[in-house]
């Protein structure tokens, strides 16, 4: 749940406080190597890099411009990758402790830079990470670029990069090992560079955040584009997916911003009292519900502070909702609907409040162990677990447990009330753990998976990698040693989207449909708004819901998982014959959500909470809709709007935003009240995507607000109302099909009847009769399949059809 940058910062602070800043070269040199900063040498060196924004990394008479900021010595050494001398660190307190090289106002944000270095060292493991470092002075929000050296060689280190805000913003450039990894070993540096290699390109033209498609037409991530939310989890409640997630807008509304909008300042969490809901049946089509109140004054708990990383589950028509408040524990509300109303069961959290104050006494929470992060299970047998914790590096001296083993989450059993304990919790040992737990089961196997933290030292089969959705198989749900580790699900998003998309991870996996999903959280929306400002990379930590395949491999482990903009396939058609919400959203441009206190005609069983409406409506702003089926075809098209402004329309489009139009739909002249409104639909026939496009009348202002709407309905064409029955007999031992068309209208059709075995032509078939038609197989068996009847009259046209089963006469 919390960045990395969080908790730089406290051991950053901790440092500043302990060590001072200032440490130089003048402090004593170890023991055989030169302490002044200039010494000469008529040793050869490599010609100096031309345009090096860093003092120079030859280091052939000295190291001006390389200070010991945070601790230990520098000096010069005459074991050096080229030239007479290296840089050599040594006496080094803390893993930040390496050379430095003020940086300030050198990188230009959207330039392209190469990083260059060589390094070696001669004590501690085999191999070891170093990362070469850009930070803030205040050391929050730093940009680290790791590679692993052998011990005892010099290896060379290559980056090239993008400059993002964080790199314009840095203080500092240093090395250093892992922030910690109790690395603490000395080393030296050589041939250090950092040069432009290309300029920023011109910023693009922008008018308007609200103008920026953050989810491209035709991608199914983020699940929506406008809104943010965090820490995914899945409830399947009446066949339905919904998906609850933490309120990140809720955080942008209250953070600083720019003149654009774009955030200036980080995420945070502090202010989020509230929980996103969204649901959907076909996996790309969501509806938006809102938020759910649940922190501070008006929330479902009105004692908590802050509402983070939902988990959620059915049980008995009952929804049980966990959240965190803030790092210190965990609480339930329990709802009648995936919407509520919701009731507070407890008035108190479960962790830790409810937890046995001897189990708590003895240690069972150790120092700096989070109590956050819940994921809620029931296994086949009807037995709920609660999971929750996290932290890197919990404990106090002599038992501190650090990054490749914190131990810090807990499992516990719950009662049949789902908001008691039975029993105290116990301890996980996930390698590498810092956060984020999930659990779910397939194929009789429990998957625990996890955040891993980012002092992790990799070790295949052992360890994760850093930030990434590390995961455990087991037999028992509560036993989770670091034996049961499997391997990494995911790596961190930043490998798969770019700048501005690492931070922490966050996950959830669930099976729905036959089908195995895994979603998570990514910066790609505000990585859409910096992109379109020029500012790529500064996404200040704001997160959208996304969700890829989860597949497996023969023996049950999970295939890794690709983060991607494409998303997953919809599992089936859209039905637009019915009344659906407005704020159904494949994809829109400009439109944004409102709550409403009309309750919801197409669900009506969330109690009348949970409804929106369409709101924030301009001129050529859009929403669509993925996979329309139309069938037959569409006969009108109705919707529940309140102008804002007389004379707008709305066009129906398919397959694109800039589609044929087959309806346009006048908004009328009653501002400011609910009505409804229809137009005739020409053209939408078969399955399309479908899109709403709002024109504003001539002469209103571009930004001028158009109208509001509740929700939309189709109506069926049934101007050539004929059914179609099919049906097989035996006849002298062969099959024969026989099919039926009736026509049901008030007017002649012409029909023409095609199978496989044949076709026929009916002209003129009355209303209110049948015709029917035999069609000899030929065959004493024959598989299934279809009558297609083509139905014609007047100049229009529509197809149906008939299925028959298999039929044998042997």
């Given at each position: 749940?919390?960045?990395?940058?969080?908790?730089?910062?406290?051991?950053?602070?901790?440092?500043l406080?302990?060590?001072?800043?200032?440490?130089?070269?003048?402090?004593?040199?170890?023991?055989?190597l030169?302490?002044?900063?200039?010494?000469?040498?008529?040793?050869?060196?490599?010609p100096?890099?031309?345009?090096?924004?860093?003092?120079?990394?030859r280091?052939?008479t000295?190291?001006?411009?390389?200070?010991?900021v945070?601790g230990?010595?520098?000096?010069l050494?005459?074991?050096?990758a080229?030239?007479?001398?290296?840089?050599?660190?040594?006496?080094?307190?803390?893993?930040?402790?390496?050379?430095?090289?003020?940086?300030?106002?050198?990188?230009?944000?959207?330039?392209?830079?190469?990083?260059?270095?060589?390094?070696?060292?001669?004590?501690g493991?085999?191999?070891?990470?170093?990362?070469?470092?850009?930070c803030p002075?205040n050391f929050?929000?730093?940009?680290?670029?790791?590679?692993t050296?052998?011990?005892?060689?010099?290896g060379t280190?290559?980056?090239?990069?993008?400059?993002?805000?964080?790199?314009?913003?840095a203080?500092?450039?240093?090395?250093?090992?892992p922030?910690?990894?109790?690395a603490?070993?000395?080393?030296?540096?050589?041939?250090?560079?950092?040069?432009?290699t290309?300029?920023?390109?011109?910023?693009?033209?922008?008018?308007?955040?609200?103008?920026?498609?953050?989810?491209?037409?035709?991608?199914?991530n983020?699940?929506?584009g406008?809104k943010?939310?965090?820490?995914?989890?899945?409830?399947?409640?009446?066949?339905?997916?919904y998906?609850?997630?933490?309120?990140?807008?809720?955080?942008?509304?209250?953070?600083?911003?720019?003149?654009n909008?774009?955030?200036t300042?980080?995420?945070?969490?502090?202010g989020?009292?509230r929980?996103?809901?969204?649901?959907?049946?076909?996996m790309?089509?969501w509806?938006?519900h809102?938020?759910?109140?649940?922190?501070?004054?008006?929330g479902?708990?009105?004692?908590s502070?802050?509402?983070?990383a939902?988990?959620?589950?059915?049980?008995?028509?009952k929804?049980?909702?966990?959240?965190?408040?803030?790092?210190?524990?965990?609480?339930?509300?329990?709802g009648?609907s995936?919407?509520g109303?919701?009731t507070?069961?407890l008035?108190?959290?479960?962790?830790?409040?409810?937890?046995?104050?001897e189990?708590i006494?003895?240690?069972?929470?150790?120092?700096?162990?989070?109590l956050?992060?819940?994921?809620?299970?029931?296994?086949?047998?009807g037995?709920?677990?609660?999971?929750?914790g996290?932290?890197?590096?919990i404990?106090?001296a002599?038992?501190?447990?650090?990054p490749?083993?914190?131990?810090?989450?807990?499992?516990a059993?719950?009662?049949?009330?789902?908001?008691?304990?039975?029993?105290?919790?116990?301890?996980i040992d996930?390698?590498g753990?810092?956060?984020?737990?999930?659990?779910?089961?397939?194929?009789?196997?429990?998957?625990?998976?996890?955040?891993?933290?980012?002092?992790?030292n990799?070790v295949?089969?052992?360890?994760?990698?850093r930030?990434?959705?590390?995961?455990?198989m087991?037999?028992d749900p509560?036993?989770?040693?670091?034996?049961?580790?499997?391997?990494?699900?995911?790596?961190?998003?930043g490998?798969?989207?770019?700048?501005?998309?690492?931070?922490?991870?966050?996950s959830d996996m669930?099976?729905?449909?036959?089908?195995?999903?895994?979603?998570?959280?990514?910066?790609?929306?505000?990585a859409?708004?910096a992109?379109?400002?020029?500012?790529?990379g500064?996404t200040?930590g704001?997160?959208?819901?996304?969700?890829?395949?989860l597949?497996?491999?023969?023996?049950?482990t999970?295939?890794?998982?690709?983060?991607t903009?494409?998303?997953?396939?919809?599992?089936?058609?859209?039905?637009p014959?019915?009344?659906f919400?407005?704020?159904t959203?494949?994809?829109?441009?400009?439109?944004?959500?409102?709550?409403?206190t009309?309750?919801?005609?197409e669900?009506?069983?969330?109690n009348?909470?949970?409804?929106?409406?369409?709101?924030?409506v301009?001129?050529g702003d859009?929403?669509?809709?993925?996979?329309?089926?139309f069938?037959?075809?569409?006969?009108?098209?109705?919707?529940?709007?309140?102008?804002?402004?007389a004379?707008?329309?709305?066009?129906?489009?398919?397959?694109?935003?800039?589609?044929?139009?087959?309806?346009?739909?006048?908004?009328?002249?009653?501002?400011?009240?609910?009505?409804?409104?229809?137009a005739?639909?020409?053209?939408?026939?078969g399955?399309h995507?479908?899109?709403?496009?709002f024109a504003?009348?001539?002469?209103?202002d571009?930004?001028?607000d158009l109208?509001?709407?509740?929700?939309?309905?189709?109506?069926?064409?049934?101007g050539?109302?004929?059914?179609?029955?099919?049906?097989?007999?035996?006849?002298?031992?062969?099959?024969a099909?026989?099919a039926?068309?009736?026509?049901?209208?008030?007017?002649p059709?012409?029909?023409?009847?095609?199978t496989?075995?044949?076709?026929?032509?009916?002209?003129?078939?009355?209303?209110?009769?049948?015709?029917s038609?035999?069609?000899?197989?030929?065959?004493?068996?024959?598989?299934?399949?279809t009558?297609d009847?083509?139905?014609?009259?007047g100049?229009?046209?529509?197809?149906?059809?008939?299925?028959?089963?298999?039929?044998?006469c042997?």
């Amino acid at each position: 749940m919390l960045r990395h940058a969080v908790a730089t910062l406290g051991v950053g602070a901790l440092t500043l406080g302990v060590l001072g800043l200032g440490t130089t070269a003048a402090q004593a040199a170890p023991a055989g190597l030169a302490s002044t900063a200039a010494v000469t040498t008529a040793t050869a060196e490599p010609p100096a890099v031309p345009g090096n924004l860093l003092p120079d990394g030859r280091f052939a008479t000295g190291f001006d411009g390389w200070t010991a900021v945070r601790g230990g010595t520098l000096a010069l050494s005459d074991d050096a990758a080229s030239g007479a001398h290296a840089l050599a660190v040594a006496g080094r307190a803390n893993t930040q402790s390496g050379p430095f090289a003020n940086v300030t106002g050198k990188l230009e944000v959207g330039a392209s830079y190469r990083m260059t270095g060589k390094l070696k060292y001669t004590e501690g493991n085999a191999t070891q990470q170093f990362n070469f470092t850009f930070c803030p002075t205040n050391f929050n929000g730093c940009a680290d670029y790791g590679h692993t050296f052998t011990k005892g060689e010099w290896g060379t280190f290559s980056r090239d990069f993008t400059a993002e805000a964080k790199h314009a913003a840095a203080g500092w450039f240093f090395v250093e090992t892992p922030w910690g990894s109790n690395a603490l070993q000395n080393f030296q540096v050589d041939e250090l560079s950092l040069v432009k290699t290309a300029d920023a390109p011109p910023a693009p033209e922008f008018t308007g955040l609200e103008k920026v498609q953050t989810k491209p037409v035709g991608d199914h991530n983020p699940l929506v584009g406008h809104k943010f939310g965090a820490d995914p989890h899945h409830l399947i409640y009446n066949g339905r997916l919904y998906l609850y997630s933490t309120d990140d807008t809720q955080q942008y509304e209250l953070n600083s911003k720019d003149a654009n909008g774009l955030p200036t300042q980080s995420n945070g969490y502090g202010g989020i009292t509230r929980l996103n809901v969204m649901s959907t049946s076909d996996m790309v089509n969501w509806v938006d519900h809102g938020s759910i109140p649940i922190a501070r004054e008006g929330g479902a708990a009105p004692w908590s502070r802050n509402s983070w990383a939902p988990a959620a589950i059915e049980k008995d028509g009952k929804v049980y909702l966990y959240f965190c408040d803030s790092g210190t524990g965990t609480a339930v509300v329990v709802g009648g609907s995936p919407l509520g109303p919701w009731t507070d069961p407890l008035g108190k959290k479960i962790i830790p409040d409810t937890v046995s104050p001897e189990y708590i006494a003895g240690g069972g929470f150790p120092a700096g162990m989070w109590l956050f992060d819940p994921e809620v299970f029931i296994d086949d047998d009807g037995q709920g677990y609660l999971y929750f914790g996290g932290n890197s590096q919990i404990g106090t001296a002599p038992n501190v447990q650090g990054p490749q083993n914190p131990k810090s989450t807990r499992v516990a059993k719950l009662k049949d009330d789902m908001v008691t304990l039975d029993g105290n919790p116990v301890e996980i040992d996930a390698p590498g753990i810092f956060e984020a737990s999930s659990i779910f089961k397939h194929d009789g196997k429990y998957y625990y998976s996890y955040s891993s933290n980012f002092q992790v030292n990799e070790v295949p089969g052992q360890y994760p990698s850093r930030g990434a959705i590390a995961y455990m198989m087991t037999d028992d749900p509560m036993d989770l040693t670091a034996s049961k580790y499997a391997g990494v699900a995911f790596q961190n998003q930043g490998t798969f989207f770019g700048a501005g998309n690492g931070g922490n991870n966050h996950s959830d996996m669930f099976t729905y449909k036959g089908e195995t999903y895994f979603t998570y959280h990514a910066q790609t929306r505000g990585a859409a708004w910096a992109a379109a400002l020029g500012t790529p990379g500064a996404t200040q930590g704001y997160r959208s819901v996304h969700i890829d395949k989860l597949e497996f491999n023969a023996d049950g482990t999970i295939k890794p998982i690709v983060g991607t903009r494409a998303g997953v396939a919809q599992v089936e058609s859209f039905d637009p014959y019915r009344t659906f919400e407005a704020e159904t959203l494949a994809w829109q441009l400009g439109v944004s959500t409102a709550k409403t206190t009309t309750p919801s005609v197409e669900f009506p069983a969330h109690n009348g909470g949970g409804n929106m409406v369409l709101s924030g409506v301009d001129d050529g702003d859009f929403t669509g809709i993925a996979g329309v089926d139309f069938g037959a075809g569409a006969k009108k098209v109705s919707a529940l709007v309140k102008p804002l402004v007389a004379g707008g329309t709305i066009q129906v489009r398919l397959d694109d935003v800039d589609g044929a139009v087959v309806a346009e739909i006048p908004l009328g002249d009653g501002v400011g009240n609910w009505t409804t409104v229809e137009a005739d639909v020409s053209g939408a026939e078969g399955e399309h995507d479908l899109f709403f496009v709002f024109a504003a009348p001539d002469g209103a202002d571009a930004n001028t607000d158009l109208v509001e709407v509740d929700h939309w309905s189709f109506t069926r064409d049934e101007g050539l109302p004929v059914t179609v029955e099919a049906a097989t007999r035996c006849a002298a031992g062969k099959v024969a099909l026989t099919a039926r068309v009736t026509n049901g209208g008030d007017a002649p059709v012409d029909v023409v009847i095609k199978t496989a075995f044949g076709s026929k032509t009916v002209s003129a078939l009355q209303p209110g009769t049948s015709t029917s038609a035999a069609f000899a197989t030929r065959s004493a068996a024959i598989t299934a399949g279809t009558v297609d009847v083509d139905v014609s009259a007047g100049g229009t046209s529509r197809s149906a059809s008939a299925s028959y089963a298999a039929a044998s006469c042997g």
